[in-house]
């Protein structure tokens, strides 16, 4: 007989267990509802927060034209390229005469000479002055003497090293004879220990060598702030170019600026840039055949994928892209453009649609005078505008412009160390477009998407760099980016980051600042002393 309440008893504990279960589960959709919900709250904050930041002025998707046509902002950092340290002037004898041949374009010849000086420095060698092969690349026999100021060159780096303009004779037996230097292929981007061991060596055993070529022939990153800085001083003081190309580019200059502001653009749309990205199939079919010849004539044999490439950002920009790029950031058809660039490939038919978006164009043979004081050099630079010279008059009103905008800047390219000086020069405005992350973009444009296209573009080009310094980071040249080396922070006198004291001045000097309706001539003298840097202004 069952005892009263066993029934129950027995009952309590399961139904327990099923109400455990029940608060179980709801308890677990309660959690999953709860973290559906934090999710939703944080997509909308997200999403909210980027409609914030587009409206906002200081979005990166809001990029303010006014003000890229100023300086960028320097951080309290001034170019500076004065030894910090302990450097002598060269000893009295030297270990024997360097010779090299500068191979390649106008940026690689001046990194060429940079990378000479400090090689010459470093095995205490007489530099002859640098030999320029012009021929294979531009036809122009210009060479050193034709375009760079020698005596400057040979004053400016009188402390660093002894340069001479040839090896001179020797009498040896009775006979008067000149030094045959040794022959020698240096690695690409050989450490300084191949100079200080291997070419040392040969030097010591002929009395010269002869290094060539001497294109990216040494290391570019060296542990040594001094001998980067000894880098800057041979490449924005030392080499400068000879009057005539300067007057020239001052009276290109000088148009533009009574216009107002106006920017230059390096259009790097030529056969041989095109050949070498492999990028093909916007041209007719013979084009691709010209592009496809010069290819296998003067490059390494490598597949390449058209598609593949562009997708990448690995093709440089077309016309076109460039005056979207520039429409989208907020430039108007009232912008005045200099173009620096070679032959453009293809014909003028990728040239109308920029035409057509930025039609005050103009370039060096556009904007030569036609007075009589320039005449020669007019006909001069009319008989060499794909030279040296013209490029080198290219390299100065791009120097000088408000901004700068390289469309493909390699690190063996025009731009590379335009880009550099126009940093060292007082941090100019650049327009460095980011391929890689605007390639999508265009491609989806092409396929018909136009919504949204100018806002993302501007969003992409507002994550650029536009001057100011920044760090160097791998692939980025030292020619390009040579903070912080050559530069110190203004009202600091110790320490790495510090200006030089009074006494410790800049190199001897003679940079003239070309004349515009904003800035003045000014002539700097600076004498060595053994004791210092003693610095003598006389402003004009």
Partial sequence: MRRPGEGMMLKRPYYNRHQLKQVKGLFGRFTIVAFLIVILIIYFIVISTSKTNYLSPESPSEINVQKLWNPADSGGWKPSSTPRSNWPPPPNESNGFLRVRCNGGLNQQRTAICNAVLAARIMNATLVLPELDTNSYWHDDSGFQGLYDVDIFIRALRYDVR??????EIRKNGKTKKIKAFQLRPPRDASITWYTTTALEK???????????????????INNPEYQRLRCRVNYHALRFKPHIMQLSQSIVAKLRSQGHFMSIHLRFEKDMLAFAGCFDIFSPHEQKVLMKYRKENFAEKKLVY???RAIGKCPLTPEEVGLVLRAMGFDNSTRIYLAAGELFGGDRFMKPFRAIFPKLQNHTTLVDTDTDSSNSNDLLTDNTQGLIGSAVDYMVCLLSDIFMPTYDGPSNFANNLLGHRLYYGFRSNIRPDRKNLAPLFIKREEGEFVGFEAAVRRVMGRTNFGGPHKRVSPESFYTNSWPECFCRAGVVTGEDGCPQENMMEVLEERVLLTSSRETKVFSRKIWRNDGWLQKLTEN
């Fill in 163 to 168: 340069i001479v303009e040839s090896i001179p």
């Fill in 203 to 221: 030097m010591k055993e002929h009395g010269a060598i002869y290094l060539t070529p001497f294109s990216h022939r040494l290391a570019e990153e």
């Fill in 307 to 309: 598609s593949e490439r």
